[in-house]
């Protein structure tokens, strides 16, 4: 089984502009969270789709943003880049909706790691 | 938000030496897992325990949950160079499943 697979690995943007990162989820997984780490403020949780539907949002700014298709692929856009946006952006994949057994258990992408100049 | 404080913040042992990370957590949970990742890498899930468990075992992992002090540790009992890597603890705070929330991290180091 393939694992979760986000692409680009690595990016370099300038200050202001937009940037689109995207990840397929492993077969057969609905739920897909996103989550920035940087080495100041660790993992934080951006958020949480399942089957298309936005189902769990973090503390960031409307410049964050994301969807899901039907095949349950992810795409996350943060747009007006800052340099503060600089970081591994990490994308995971649940089954059953996200709960195996009331706990939702995840597997990791490589992570797009996103420098801002 | 960070729900939980990781200690210590860095580890270095021995090979063959046991390797003991904490974690502490702020809000009620249903489980807390541990994940471990490489340097600049994807976390990998290790193990999980729920909140009605006290401890549980993985091979060379070992884990302990009091609910009363919301605290976990993580043992690794023989260490090798290849357990070298960043583990953390991840909690469902507040019971949103669908969100969890990362510890600080530990970072290992095990030399030869």
């Known amino acids: 089984k393939a694992g979760v697979t986000q692409t680009p690995r690595y990016l370099i943007k300038t200050r202001g502009q937009q940037v689109t990162l995207s990840c397929s989820p492993i077969?057969?997984?609905?739920?897909v969270s996103w989550y920035q780490q940087t080495p100041g403020q660790g993992l934080q949780f951006l958020f949480e789709?399942?089957?298309?539907?936005?189902?769990n949002k973090g503390n960031f700014p409307g410049r964050f943003s994301g969807r899901q298709f039907s095949n349950s692929r992810s795409e996350m856009n943060v747009s007006t880049l800052e340099l503060g946006d600089s970081a591994l952006y990490l994308c995971?994949?649940?089954?059953?909706?996200?709960?195996?057994?009331?706990?939702?258990?995840?597997?990791f992408g490589a992570g797009s790691r996103l420098t801002v100049l | 938000s960070q729900q939980g404080e990781e200690d210590p913040q860095a580890l270095s042992i021995q090979e063959g030496e046991n390797a003991t990370m904490n974690c502490s957590y702020k809000?009620?949970?249903?489980?807390l897992q541990w994940y471990r990742q490489n340097s600049g890498r994807g976390l990998v899930h290790l193990i999980l325990?729920?909140?009605?468990?006290r401890e549980k075992h993985s091979g060379r992992l070992r884990v302990t949950l009091d609910t009363s002090k919301k605290s976990s540790s993580l043992l690794i009992t023989a260490s090798r160079a290849a357990d070298t890597a960043s583990y953390f603890c991840?909690?469902?705070?507040?019971?949103?499943?669908?969100?969890?929330?990362f510890g600080t991290g530990t970072r290992l180091q095990v030399t030869l």
């Open positions: 789709y399942f089957s298309e539907t936005q189902r």
């Open positions: 325990i729920r909140s009605n468990e």
């Open positions: 809000t009620s949970i249903n489980n």
């Open positions: 995971a994949s649940s089954s059953r909706g996200g709960r195996e057994n009331g706990a939702n258990v995840l597997t």
């Open positions: 077969s057969g997984h609905r739920s």
């Open positions: 991840a909690t469902d705070e507040g019971g949103t499943a669908s969100k969890l929330t």
